[in-house]
């Protein structure tokens, strides 16, 4: 972190129904299109689901960042202890302080205290997401291959 943000107070905790709008306002720069009412929407039911949370990074009393985890559920071998990070995202200016670091080693604690023994997360292939994949190598994630199959039940 510089030393301006190394001042201010960092603190990361559950996300609240009253940090909706900034987290919505995050998920829209980071590019999702999404609404305040649509979010309010889907925290209210990952509120009532304990495979879900959602953390948020504070700064000095401001949302600046948010990571959500699912607890993944398959049938496979050690499927009950797998924890995926669906969204990780810090403010665009704050971005190389270690924010993302400090929230994903919260998200670490958390999947632990569910008795997960793995995170991972996916993470598109294009050009832009090239400082994504080295922050994620740096903090210890390894690429594994694979290929991700979508279809359109609309």
């Known amino acids: 972190m ?12 559950k996300c609240g129904l009253n940090d909706l ?5 995050l998920l829209r720069e980071f590019g ?17 689901d304990p495979f879900h949370c959602t953390l948020v990074a504070e700064l000095d009393n401001e949302v600046v960042g948010m990571v959500g985890l699912r ?6 071998k050690h499927a009950d202890c797998i924890m995926e990070i669906t969204a990780l995202i810090v403010a ?6 270690g924010l993302g670091k400090r929230l994903v080693a ?6 632990r205290q569910q008795g997960c023994c793995q995170l991972f997360l996916r993470s598109g292939n294009r050009v832009e997401r090239a400082p994504a994949h ?14 991700r199959f979508n279809k359109s039940l609309l």
């Open 21 to 25: 709008e900034r987290v919505t306002a």
């Open 134 to 147: 080295a922050f994620y190598r740096h903090i210890g994630f390894e690429k594994t291959t694979g290929y």
């Open 71 to 76: 607890k993944v559920r398959s049938y496979y």
């Open 92 to 97: 665009e200016e704050l971005r190389g302080n």
């Open 2 to 13: 510089n030393s301006s943000t190394q001042e201010q107070v960092l603190q990361i905790r």
């Open 106 to 111: 919260s998200a670490e604690d958390w999947a």
């Open 32 to 48: 999702y299109p999404t609404t305040l009412s649509v979010m309010k929407e889907r925290m209210e039911d990952m509120e009532n």
